[in-house]
């Protein structure tokens, strides 16, 4: 319950600038000690001609899912959260539970950023803890969607508490630059998280 009261502290959604955040500050620390599933980012978009040109979203997907397992691994986070390739082999492994993690259903997150404490949409619910059951896993971080935009790269992400069927944490976190996009977001998302 204390840890549930601390998420309170996290209820504002933020956009957290390319620069990063504020250094020591770790505002979802609180979740490097949860059981954590990260699932595969669903979607991509490109605002500009100089992204659609230049990347494939299918690529700069699998890209931004190995930067962030590589990243959070390189920081000890390997053995707590289980990363999308996890994930998906897991569900691979149980095709009788029909759980497609790079298909959960979270389409209205890309228009929408939700607030803390909105109910998770029912089909995202259900996909998500048929994903979280097989790892044992209560909470899953979602990257909804991957954008590029102008020189930027900005990436929707959702926390969910797959039993209470709440969102508990949203943003939408900003890299420079098209080459580093995926690294530089899997360190920004870390960084929130645990110390490098």
Known sequence: ????????????????????????????????SERMAVTPVQFWRSD????????DGGQLRAQLDSAIAREFRSRGMATRWAFAGDV???????????????????GAWRRTLPEVGDAVPALVAD??????????????????????????????????????????????????????AAAGLAARLADLVVDP
């Open 48 to 55: 500009s001609t100089g992204w659609s040109l230049s990347a």
């Open 127 to 180: 996909n998500l803890r048929t994903v979280t059951a097989l790892g044992d896993t209560r909470f899953a971080l979602i990257p909804v969607e991957l954008r590029g935009h102008g020189d930027e790269a900005v990436l929707r992400l959702v926390i969910t508490d797959t039993r209470a069927r709440t969102v508990v944490w949203a943003a939408d976190l900003i890299a420079a630059g098209r080459e580093e």
């Open 88 to 106: 998906v082999r897991s569900a691979r492994r149980n095709p009788t539970l029909r759980a497609d993690p790079t298909a959960l259903g979270a």
């Open 1 to 32: 319950m204390r840890f549930l009261a601390s998420l309170a502290l996290l209820a504002t959604p933020v956009l957290l600038a390319a620069q990063g955040v504020a250094p020591g500050a770790r505002p979802l620390a609180a979740f490097a």
